[in-house]
């Protein structure tokens, strides 16, 4: 038997997982094998302590070939993986809303002076200018409660937009709020006619430079066969849940938990993402990310100390994913929640004293432009 202990096939590192420098990133790779076997990591022979091997590994690129490979009498067993190698990170994070079609449907009915009359962009605005935030915008075409489509959106204000491109971007997030789950099926074509309209449409009323590829599509539910209609449109970070709440203690099969909002990710991938956070798929060429914070669903007194358990992980805490949906803002929703603005704020005035700064999670490596 040969097993890694502490890297796997798709692992994001940095400096806090080795000693890093101009030259490269040295890391540790640690794992099991056969007493008495000979183990050889990227062809160098390492010390086995019974079944224990640890051995220095440097990391030079981006993406990082590790072969490790262990013969004894029994044959020769070998485990290849590719690291990412995250080289002069920092703490980052995005945030974008979901669920969006209000917003638009008021402007286009009211008729505004200005966007950042309406009261939604107009909190935008603030919290970009009281913390410098970024945000990505994710569009419904259609608006399921109001019968309006972003086709009837007018092009007036397209100088507003072009002049705060820097901070705010929309993006394709579905068709419409329903049905749930819309791009579940492997060939991808309504995926990328959807997504090819939305694209078309906010150029014509917005311009060049305000559509941007999304990091979550609606139900983050996309068959993994259809992946690469979003990776050839220029999304490289998908976020999501990735697996739901643990059972309460006095049930029986707390052991028991399930992958959902995740890209149809299997259960292992979902604990690992967990834990970890981030995790490149080689095979798809996108990484996925764990949501951290849903403005809606995180009461305003757990904002702080559900944060707090991301900033402040052992195992990575370098990027945050921060989100929230439009329509609990709206007091004539079903669901508004009063104080949601304040659950926003809140969370961005903390992750921004803890030294997380604002990025567009799909430029360069997780808004991370070394690379580039």
Same mark, same amino acid.
């Given at each position: 038997?040969?097993?890694?202990?502490?890297?796997?096939?798709?692992?994001?590192?940095?400096?806090?997982?080795?000693?890093?420098?101009?030259?490269?990133?040295?890391?540790?790779?640690?794992?099991?094998?056969?007493?008495?076997?000979?183990?050889?990591?990227?062809?160098?022979?390492?010390?086995?302590?019974?079944?224990?091997?640890?051995? +220095?590994?440097? @990391?030079?690129?981006?993406?990082?070939?590790?072969?490790?490979?262990?013969?004894?009498?029994?044959?020769?067993?070998?485990?290849?993986?590719?690291?990412?190698?995250?080289?002069?990170?920092?703490?980052?994070?995005?945030?974008?809303? #979901?669920?969006?079609?209000?917003?638009?449907?008021?402007?286009?009915?009211?008729?505004?002076?200005?966007?950042?009359?309406?009261?939604?962009?107009?909190?935008?605005?603030?919290?970009?200018?009281? $913390?410098?935030?970024?945000?990505?915008?994710?569009?419904? $075409?259609?608006?399921?409660?109001?019968?309006?489509?972003?086709?009837?959106?007018? %092009?007036?204000?397209?100088?507003?937009?072009? %002049?705060?491109?820097?901070?705010?971007?929309?993006?394709?997030?579905?068709?419409?709020?329903?049905? %749930?789950? +819309?791009?579940?099926?492997?060939?991808?074509?309504?995926?990328?006619?959807? $997504?090819? @309209?939305?694209?078309?449409?906010?150029?014509?009323?917005?311009?060049?430079?305000?559509?941007?590829?999304?990091?979550?599509?609606?139900?983050?539910?996309?068959? +993994?066969?259809?992946?690469?209609?979003?990776?050839?449109?220029?999304?490289?970070?998908?976020?999501?849940?990735f697996i739901g709440e643990r059972a309460p203690a006095h049930e029986p099969d707390i052991q028991f938990r399930t992958a959902?909002?995740?890209?149809?990710?299997?259960?292992?991938?979902?604990?690992?993402?967990?834990?970890?956070?981030?995790?490149?798929?080689?095979?798809?060429?996108?990484?996925?990310?764990?949501? %951290?914070?849903?403005?809606?669903?995180? +009461?305003?007194?757990?904002?702080?100390?559900?944060?707090?358990?991301?900033?402040?992980?052992?195992?990575?805490?370098?990027?945050?994913?921060?989100?929230?949906?439009?329509?609990?803002?709206?007091?004539?929703?079903?669901?508004?929640?009063? #104080?949601?603005?304040?659950?926003?704020?809140?969370?961005?005035?903390?992750?921004?004293?803890?030294?997380?700064?604002?990025?567009?999670?799909?430029?360069?490596?997780?808004?991370?432009?070394?690379?580039?």
């Amino acid at each position: 038997m040969l097993e890694l202990t502490n890297l796997r096939h798709g692992a994001v590192v940095n400096a806090c997982d080795g000693v890093e420098s101009e030259d490269g990133l040295v890391v540790q790779v640690e794992g099991l094998a056969e007493p008495g076997s000979l183990v050889l990591v990227n062809g160098v022979r390492t010390e086995l302590v019974g079944r224990l091997f640890r051995a +220095p590994v440097t @990391l030079v690129r981006q993406f990082n070939d590790i072969v490790v490979s262990s013969r004894n009498k029994h044959g020769e067993s070998q485990r290849r993986i590719r690291v990412v190698w995250d080289r002069k990170s920092f703490r980052r994070y995005s945030f974008f809303t #979901d669920d969006n079609a209000f917003f638009l449907t008021d402007i286009a009915k009211q008729g505004y002076r200005s966007l950042f009359d309406h009261f939604y962009l107009s909190f935008l605005q603030r919290m970009h200018r009281e $913390y410098g935030t970024t945000f990505t915008v994710n569009l419904f $075409y259609h608006n399921d409660h109001h019968g309006f489509t972003i086709c009837d959106f007018p %092009d007036r204000y397209k100088g507003e937009w072009q %002049d705060n491109a820097n901070w705010l971007k929309l993006s394709f997030h579905g068709h419409s709020e329903f049905p %749930d789950r +819309p791009y579940a099926w492997p060939d991808g074509e309504k995926l990328a006619a959807d $997504y090819d @309209l939305m694209e078309s449409e906010v150029g014509r009323f917005a311009g060049v430079g305000v559509f941007y590829p999304p990091t979550v599509i609606h139900w983050a539910m996309v068959h +993994p066969r259809a992946l690469h209609v979003l990776a050839k449109r220029g999304v490289k970070v998908l976020t999501g849940a990735f697996i739901g709440e643990r059972a309460p203690a006095h049930e029986p099969d707390i052991q028991f938990r399930t992958a959902d909002i995740g890209y149809f990710q299997d259960t292992e991938t979902a604990l690992y993402l967990e834990t970890n956070r981030v995790l490149y798929d080689v095979e798809q060429e996108l990484l996925f990310a764990k949501a %951290d914070f849903c403005g809606n669903q995180v +009461p305003l007194s757990t904002v702080i100390p559900t944060l707090a358990v991301a900033c402040t992980s052992p195992v990575y805490r370098d990027t945050l994913s921060l989100m929230t949906h439009e329509q609990y803002f709206y007091d004539h929703y079903s669901s508004y929640i009063p #104080d949601h603005r304040e659950r926003v704020e809140t969370a961005l005035r903390y992750v921004t004293e803890q030294g997380y700064q604002p990025v567009f999670f799909n430029d360069g490596f997780m808004g991370n432009l070394t690379w580039q």
